[in-house]
């Protein structure tokens, strides 16, 4: 039988340290508690204040007889085992965690997750709402809570009660309990899966938030950023001017981060391609005016702000936009030949033919030669209302008769 328990020790030991989560025992705050119950009568004890981020426990329960003690702490007993998941529901997990003594005595307890229903056990003997009941007196035992298999230790739970009920009808029993938490290491920072939701609804809000068709993985990256600089409990008490310092700051790095920059530019130039297509030039400038604002401009966004100034008859901000466009790249001759029609409608005849001289055997692009647009310009402006006596100059000029 002993190298039976051995063998099992060392299986157990060897999958635990593999396998170990990423947490620890809490053993600077485990509950020992030790209590005696009179007889027939029925007592509670409270678990100490479990520690942000508990996702199990070990409990053990021993009744002594008059004179014992303990073989050895729990705490003691889980330091060969640094991981919960080495301890199992079978015997071999019994072996290690179990006292290795205990008295001649039993009792019934069970256990509850407010004090509600605690008191209402010690009164009125009522388990009906109990998370565990063992109904069948023991001597002594133990088992393991978890947040995923257990109703007693739910996400964000501070205590548990404990009720015994004494079985010995005639003498007092001496019970120890002792209770020791298991801490997932992330989730001692606060980061809880509700908190984590709080900060990603809250991003969700924001006005930059809003204007982007996508926003769940810029609101995922402000999150991230946020729970490794701080820990939940941390932020909460910032001031409310502070906590919207950190949302701007990481806001502003995961705008870039997480392509959600070029989304919602790219979003924009889609809406004023799609008013200027529908004639509505005002609505697209605006969205490319949004563009250059914040710093996002490419050549072809000034170039387009040019061009929906031009069917605006706006030929001085035309001839302002399309001139810093030509500062960004002064090789895109869409840009140049829109600075040409600016200055031609703007009655600047000689500005306007230096440009259209210079460019005149060029494609503007690889199929399109720079006549063939300038002729192309034209007759788009006539449609649209405007007129220059010009026009037909300047096609005589590049040989468009």
């Not at 509600?116 to 056990?121: F, G, K």
Request: proline share 1%; hydrophobic share 40%; glycine share 6%.
């Amino acid at each position: 039988m002993k190298n039976i328990f051995l063998v099992l020790f060392i299986s157990i030991f060897y999958q635990s340290a593999f396998a170990q989560k990423d947490g620890y025992w809490d053993k600077d705050r485990a509950t020992t508690k030790e209590i005696v119950v009179s007889a027939r009568d029925r007592i509670l004890i409270k678990t100490d204040d479990f520690p942000v981020g508990t996702t199990e426990l070990i409990y053990r329960i021993t009744l002594l007889d008059e004179n014992q003690q303990l073989a050895s702490s729990l705490v003691s007993v889980l330091k060969a085992i640094p991981d919960p998941t080495g301890i199992s529901q079978g015997s071999a997990g019994a072996v290690f965690v179990l006292s290795k003594v205990s008295g001649s005595d039993k009792c019934k307890y069970a256990v509850f997750s407010s004090s509600e229903l605690a008191l209402e056990y010690q009164k009125k003997a009522k388990k009906d709402k109990a998370c565990l009941v063992q109904d069948t007196p023991v001597s002594k035992d133990a088992k393991r809570l978890s947040v995923d298999k257990s109703a007693c230790l739910k996400p964000g739970i501070e205590n548990l009660w404990f009720g015994f009920e004494s079985t010995n009808w005639i003498l007092k029993q001496k019970i120890i309990l002792e209770v020791v938490p298991w801490v997932d290491t992330k989730l001692s920072r606060g980061w809880s899966l509700e908190n984590r939701k709080s900060i990603i609804n809250q991003c969700e809000t924001s006005a930059l938030a809003r204007k982007l068709a996508n926003s769940d993985d810029f609101c995922v990256c402000i999150q991230e950023k946020m729970e490794k600089k701080y820990k939940f409990q941390e932020f909460q008490k910032l001031l409310a001017i502070e906590q919207a310092k950190v949302y701007k700051d990481f806001g502003n790095s995961c705008f870039n981060e997480t392509g959600a920059s070029r989304e919602l530019y790219n979003d924009l130039r889609k809406q004023a391609a799609g008013f200027a297509k529908k004639g509505d030039y005002g609505n697209a400038i605006a969205q490319y005016a949004t563009i250059i604002n914040e710093g996002k401009a490419t050549v072809l966004d000034y170039n387009a702000i040019g061009t929906n100034y031009i069917l605006t008859k706006q030929y001085g901000k035309a001839i302002k936009f399309l001139k810093e466009g030509v500062k960004l790249d002064d090789s895109e001759l869409l840009l140049k030949l829109n600075l040409a029609h600016a200055y031609l409608l703007n009655n600047n005849y000689s500005a306007a033919k230096a440009i259209y001289k210079e460019y005149q055997t060029q494609n503007v692009t690889d199929s399109l030669s720079w006549s063939q647009k300038v002729k192309l310009d034209f007759e788009t402006f006539k449609k649209a209302g405007l007129s220059s006596g010009d026009f037909d100059r300047v096609l005589k000029l590049l040989g468009n008769d």
